[in-house]
């Protein structure tokens, strides 16, 4: 039998079928008791590079929508599995909440997203950016985290 775990608790026994209908990425260990020896492994492995420094981070980002002909150039910041800070120098709002976009960082590629909100700090334009976990920018390891979406 397979066993699942997430924040310390543990759910099964699953058989093989049973568990291709489970989305594994909704929990962290798994454990089949069919193997020698039996010990949790991780679903989603640790990283492989160690983060850099903080100087070394690239965080300059290009955010353009696919419905306007609108491309904004920003500090990415504040970057959470779903979430993050576009950090502009522009004083004119030209994307606004709800609108769907494509995020690339320095050329790598796109990934969708959308504005979830927008602020002013000191006079320039931030925009608070969302994404499917999957797609968040790895801003240490130096590669997006999910596949292209375009």
């Keep these: ?8 608790k543990t759910f099964g026994p699953f058989t093989p ?3 291709a209908s489970i989305r594994l ?4 260990w798994i454990l089949d008791s069919r193997k020698n ?11 492989v590079l160690q983060p850099h420094s903080e100087s070394e981070i690239a965080r300059h980002a290009l955010v353009f929508s ?18 993050g800070t576009l950090l502009t120098d522009e004083s004119q709002v030209r994307l606004e909440a709800g609108s769907p976009i494509q995020l690339q960082l320095e050329g790598r590629p796109a990934v969708r997203a959308f504005i979830e ?3 002013f700090l000191q006079g320039k334009v931030t925009y608070l950016l969302r994404w499917g976990a999957t797609d968040a920018p790895d801003l240490h390891g130096g590669a997006l985290a999910g596949s292209p979406r375009m």
């Design 1 to 8: 039998m397979i066993y699942l775990a997430r924040f310390g």
């Design 17 to 19: 079928d049973e568990l």
């Design 25 to 28: 990425e909704d929990y962290s």
């Design 37 to 47: 020896p039996q010990e949790w492994i991780a679903i989603d492995p640790a990283p």
């Design 66 to 83: 696919p419905h306007f002909p609108t491309a904004i150039r920003g500090k990415l910041t504040q970057v959470q599995l779903e979430r």
């Design 117 to 119: 909100g927008v602020r």
